[in-house]
């Protein structure tokens, strides 16, 4: 198999560090060995433009010029692997990637799919989103259900994704949900399986996304949001101090998941997201991260 690694050095609320240092931290781990025996097509990283912390005007959201130039980036990377059997490996940034990775699998195949993993769903509407942060809404915007607000570059490539298109994995936010009145995309018809529901089998929860997907899609991305799992055993990943939010999966359960779904087939492409070197120090949470990568693309097929 031959892999594209594409750093995305993004950080949704425009700091200096954190998310945007994650790509650079997790290849100091050894992420590139970690692909091997693959044919690694290294590129350079994602060049964006100097981080802001204010909202922009055409979407509402924190650090928007970088944010566009992301989505933008991505999808032209994403669409010339997909299309040339390349297989990309996204690393760094947050769920905001995903903005640009499902535009470009929708652009590369006519019925595109996504295996969330997340401790979120991740669909607050632009005009609550409180923090302006884009990874609190990409799957909301991705599927149409939010986004009625934006102009400009992201308004045109959305919606991107069908409800048939989207299985869930691992969410725990009723409570922050039910704050800003927020139901659950499981309504719409979305297949979904939060943690109360696959923690106890996660490999089965697994196998049966993946049959989902393979019924429904032509080829599907699988997204690792690493607040899937327990900030007691992983904390460097991005905010995870929610006081509403605690559990998640273990690191091996979160391993026997990707690596279940990922050897199932159709699998187009792998991102893992939310990694917080600054959070951090030992480097422990860096070197289970690129643990994961390795046995998930290990098992592919």
């Not at 994403?78 to 499902?102: H, K, N, Q, R, Y």
């Not at 949470?285 to 994961?292: H, Q």
Request: proline share 6%.
């Amino acid at each position: 198999m031959k892999i594209e690694l594409i750093d995305v050095p993004f950080d949704g609320f425009g700091r200096d560090g954190h998310q945007a240092r994650a790509a650079s931290a997790l290849r100091d781990a050894g992420l590139v060995d970690a692909l091997a025996p693959h044919t690694v097509q290294d590129g350079d990283a994602l060049n964006l433009p100097t981080f802001e912390t204010g909202r922009g005007p055409q979407t509402g959201l924190l650090n928007e010029p970088a944010l566009l130039a992301m989505v933008e980036q991505l999808n032209e990377r994403v669409v010339a692997a997909v299309s040339d059997g390349v297989f990309p490996v996204v690393v760094g940034g947050d769920c905001a990637l995903l903005l640009g990775v499902v535009t470009a699998l929708r652009d590369a195949v006519e019925r595109p799919g996504l295996l969330f993993l997340d401790g979120h769903e991740d669909t607050t509407p632009l005009d609550v989103v409180e923090d302006g942060e884009a990874a609190n809404c990409e799957i909301g915007l991705l599927l149409g259900v939010t986004g009625r607000l934006l102009t400009g570059p992201l308004a045109e490539r959305l919606p991107a994704l069908e409800v048939s298109g989207l299985t869930m994995l691992g969410q725990r936010d009723d409570q922050r949900r039910r704050r800003f009145n927020v139901g659950s995309v499981s309504g719409l018809g979305v297949w979904s399986r939060p943690l109360d529901q696959m923690r106890h089998d996660p490999v089965a929860a697994a196998r049966a996304a993946t049959a989902y997907l393979r019924a429904n899609t032509d080829r599907w991305w699988l997204h690792v949001d690493l607040d899937v799992l327990d900030p007691e055993v992983f904390g460097a990943q991005g905010l995870p101090d929610y006081p509403d939010e605690p559990d998640g999966l273990d690191l091996a359960q979160l391993t026997a998941v990707t690596t279940e779904a990922i050897g199932g087939g159709g699998c187009a492409g792998l991102s893992v997201a939310i990694y917080d070197p600054d959070q951090d120090p030992d480097g422990s949470d860096a070197a289970a991260t690129v643990e994961l990568v390795r046995e998930t693309i290990r098992a592919h097929r």
